[in-house]
C-alpha cells in the first residue's frame, strides 16, 4: 500500500476538522489522527498552554517539527488550523496525502467558535488579534496548500463527510 494514501483536513478553528475527519475515517475505512493530540501527547501539554509557553512562533515551530515528521497511511488526518502557517509541515503532508480545505464562511465560524483563547488558536498578531483578522489571513494560506476545496457551510457532520469522500472520488 502506498505511503502517500493519506486524507489531510486544513481549515480554520471550529471547521469540523476533527468531528468530521473521524465520521470520514468511518466512511472510508481509514485511521483517524488528530495532529493536536499528537502535539499534546508529545509536548505533554495541552495546546493552549503551549502557545503561552513558547508564544504563538514557538507552538508554531514545535508544530511544525511533528507534522513534517508524521508518518501514516491509509489514515485521515486532522491538522491544526495554525498548521498552514508551516511550509515545510504543508509541503510534507502534501507529499503522503492529499489536502482537503474545508472552507466555511466568516458567518458561520462565528457561530461556531465562542472563546478562541480556550480552544488553543495561535494568534500571530497577538491575543488583539479579531477571528475576522485571523480568517483573512489563513484563508488565503489554506486556498494555497488544498488540492481539494470543500465548502462545508450549512452541513451536517456527516453530510460534509460524505460530502469530502465524494470529492475524493471514494
Known sequence: ??????????GMPGAGKSTL???LAKIMNYRFIDADLVI??????????LIDACGPDGFIEVENEILRDLEAEHSVIATGGSAVYS???????????????????Y??????????????VVLKGGIGMSLRELYDERKPLYEQYAEVTVDVDDLSITAAAR????ALGA
Not at 467558535?113 to 488553543?120: A, F, I, N
Not at 460530502?163 to 465524494?166: G, S
Open 40 to 49: 499534546q501527547q508529545q509536548c505533554d501539554k495541552t495546546l493552549q498552554k
Open 107 to 120: 458567518e458561520q465560524l462565528v457561530g461556531r467558535l465562542s472563546d478562541l483563547q480556550e480552544r488553543g
Open 21 to 23: 475527519g473521524i465520521v
Open 87 to 105: 511550509d515545510e509541515a504543508m509541503k510534507h503532508l502534501a507529499s503522503i496525502g492529499r489536502v482537503v480545505y474545508l472552507k466555511i464562511s
Open 163 to 166: 460530502k469530502v469522500a465524494d
Open 1 to 10: 500500500m502506498a505511503a502517500n494514501d493519506n486524507i489531510i483536513l486544513i
